[in-house]
């Protein structure tokens, strides 16, 4: 292979050693097969065989077909000799091959991945993804719970109405798609036949005769033109109605389903039905604040109600139940064709039965307007409690609102005031200063008072009496509403002895009621060195509190110094009562306030005959916002029970700012005889003193 070969004798062979290109012997060798002749074809192509073969051998030692000086050399081979060398060939092939499968594989690793992904890892997305093309969640309302009094009367219930409204647009949109599904297929009669008996059903008479309106307006609002052609898009979408009223005409508002039923079972286009339920409240005026009203939930894509007020609020979660949620089919108009399942069950609300007795609640608003518009006054308010076990058995505010009709509702009228509202009591409160008195051991029922000449003075304020009563005992000091007296008991006591007992009682802290809005009132336990406020306190004034703390503290009274927590809810026993005091303190009160109804008190106007009534009146000045206390404005209260000799009512009755009469005995007094007159003999309690004859 190293030994030079001889030169050939071709007559164009180059003289130049091979440097790889071989082109011009290929070429000849080409034009051989061809069948072109040479001067001497048998030596020639002897030669030239002699001289590849050559090469060819040499390429096998040396790897190409270059020398070892020009192999080192940067030059690159032609492409016309590319295709010479079978191993570079094959390197390159099987590169190929490789770069070509590898990509293969990545991209069926991608789609493998793609496919495990949507139909594995993410298969619910995308289901959920097409069920939303053809199917919708539609909630189920609850049926909202009733709310009852203690003989399970209603006094709340969800009355389920309908509301039928019809689509102009959406009829007519169907009443031309039939017709030209008709015109459009002459070669089928029985789709023919099958549009034209819907179209026939179309007829606006039927609708306007089962909802009870004009077939003209109908006619009017359709605006059907059957002179258009109705295979033309853009005329028949001209020719549908617009504006206002085109996709809402109210048929049948809030009827009954079986009234709806007439209207809708008419499968007519652009006829829809919306049922709902409705609050009604049988005795709207009467109970109005305490029970509340509904108002619209925002946060209800659904449109629903929520209770905003009252014990509708207040109980809200147990009235209004959970809904439920149903799978509907849906078609290309988004209207529902049919349930597929239930997704989530609806779960009906439940009922609260309240403690308290409609016919008492009704008995007590009548009188407390009566009074209020007999005296002229702001507003009037008033509350009936069972001794025994705190339930309130009537809880009432004049002016009130019909909670059918929430037009007449204004910021005054819809207020709870008998809980939301904070006053001085007056002399509602010296009963609790005898209290306090009677627990320091330095008093007895018996302890006299020296109240001359009829004034005191402390700090240089003048405390007043209506006149000089003189030596006084306790039971005087009730039945003629002493606020000397009763300053010169808190003197004599350390200086928070009046502030804790009123604490005692309950003042100052909501009631168990825990209604919404409820206010806590505020006592405030004065210094030593604060005589006038010492003072003040103990005959309620420079203190806060609420009707119902008012109700609660005689109620412990009445039951022998045994808190009974208030409740309106039947059967509630989520608090323990308590002893507050001794039941021989206690009903000793109870004695003394007996004389306040009797001849010489100031609650004559509260006896009832046949009865033994303890009470005590508060007449008390209203607050200036300016400074001070309004000279002509008062604010009148009774708070009483009965029988004295076992009780077992307590009513406390409000007056605020009587124009007719400025004095509690002579304005809410006779509420409370006329109320709890009538719940004595509703409850069958029995007399404990004779009857007056006529003689007496």
Request: glycine fraction near 8%; proline fraction near 5%.
């Amino acid at each position: 292979m190293s030994e030079k070969k001889p030169k050939s004798t071709a007559k164009n062979t180059s003289k130049k050693p091979a440097s790889g290109k071989v082109t011009k012997p290929l070429r000849r060798a080409s034009a051989a097969k061809s069948g072109q002749t040479s001067s001497k074809p048998d030596k020639a192509a002897s030669n030239r065989k002699a001289k590849l073969f050559g090469r060819i051998k040499k390429s096998d030692t040396q790897g190409a077909y270059t020398s070892v000086k020009n192999r080192k050399s940067k030059m690159v081979f032609s492409s016309k000799a590319s295709g010479a060398s079978a191993l570079g060939g094959f390197e390159q092939d099987k590169n190929r091959f490789r770069m070509v499968w590898g990509l293969a594989l990545v991209i069926l690793a991608l789609l493998i991945s793609r496919a495990y992904y949507i139909q594995v890892a993410n298969a619910q997305f995308y289901q959920d993804k097409g069920n939303e093309l053809i199917t919708s969640e539609r909630t189920q309302k609850s049926y909202r719970g009733m709310i009852t009094d203690r003989n399970n009367l209603p006094l709340a219930v969800s009355a389920p109405l309908a509301t039928v409204s019809f689509s102009p647009h959406d009829y007519s949109r169907e009443y031309y798609e039939l017709k030209r599904i008709i015109i459009t297929n002459p070669s089928s009669p029985q789709l023919q036949a099958r549009m034209q008996k819907r179209l026939d059903n179309m007829d606006l008479t039927k609708l306007a005769a089962a909802a009870n309106i004009s077939v003209d307006e109908l006619k009017k609002v359709t605006a059907i033109d059957d002179s258009i052609d109705v295979t033309d898009e853009k005329a028949v979408k001209a020719a549908l109605p617009s504006g206002a009223g085109s996709h809402y005409l109210p048929l049948l508002n809030k009827v009954t389903p079986e009234i709806a039923q007439s209207v809708s079972s008419l499968d007519f286009p652009g006829v829809y039905e919306k049922n709902f339920f409705q609050r009604y409240y049988p005795q709207p005026q009467s109970n109005a604040q305490l029970l509340g009203f509904m108002g619209q939930n925002a946060k209800d894509p659904e449109g629903g109600y929520e209770g905003r007020a009252g014990i509708e609020r207040q109980y809200e979660k147990d009235l209004a139940g959970d809904d439920g949620k149903v799978l509907v089919l849906k078609d290309a108009k988004q209207n529902s064709l049919k349930e597929i399942k239930q997704i989530e069950p609806e779960v009906p609300g439940k009922n609260v039965a309240l403690t308290i007795d409609s016919r008492l609640q009704y008995l007590l608003y009548k009188e407390l307007e009566k009074a209020g518009r007999l005296q002229k006054a702001r507003w009037s308010t008033g509350m009936i409690v069972d001794v025994q076990t705190g339930e309130v058995l009537a809880l009432s505010t004049w002016p009130s609102f019909n909670s059918n009709n929430l037009n007449e509702m204004t910021g005054e009228n819809q207020r709870n005031r008998a809980l939301l509202d904070v006053f001085e009591p007056g002399s509602v409160m010296k009963p609790f200063t005898v209290a306090a008195a009677l627990d320091s051991g330095k008093y007895t029922p018996t302890t006299l008072i020296d109240t001359n000449p009829g004034s005191i003075r402390v700090r240089g304020y003048t405390i007043r009496d209506h006149n000089n009563l003189g030596m006084i005992n306790m039971a005087t000091l009730l039945q003629k509403s002493s606020n000397v007296a009763s300053t010169k008991i808190a003197l004599s006591l350390p200086a928070d002895a009046i502030s804790n007992m009123q604490r005692q009682f309950g003042f100052g802290s909501k009631t168990p009621l825990q209604f919404p809005g409820e206010g806590s009132g505020l006592i405030v336990t004065p210094k030593e060195k604060e005589t006038s406020r010492r003072a003040t306190v103990s005959y309620g004034y420079g203190l806060q509190v609420t009707l119902a703390q008012v109700a609660q503290a005689y109620s412990a009274l009445a039951a022998g110094g045994v808190m009974h927590p208030l409740t309106l809810i039947k059967g509630d026993k989520s608090q323990p009562s308590k002893r507050i005091m001794a039941h021989e303190q206690a009903m000793s009160i109870v004695q003394m306030l007996e004389s306040v109804t009797e001849p010489g008190g100031t609650a004559k106007a509260a006896a009832i005959d046949g009865y033994r009534v303890a009470g005590k009146t508060g007449t008390s000045r209203r607050i200036n916002p300016d400074g001070g206390y309004y000279t002509d404005q008062y604010r009148n209260v009774f708070a009483g029970m009965a029988p004295a000799s076992n009780p077992k009512l307590v009513g406390v009755m409000l007056i605020e700012d009587p124009r007719g009469q400025i004095y509690a005995g002579l304005t809410v007094a006779p509420v409370f005889h006329n109320v709890m007159k009538e719940a004595l003999r509703l409850y069958n309690v029995p007399l404990d003193k004779p009857l007056k004859t006529e003689a007496q």
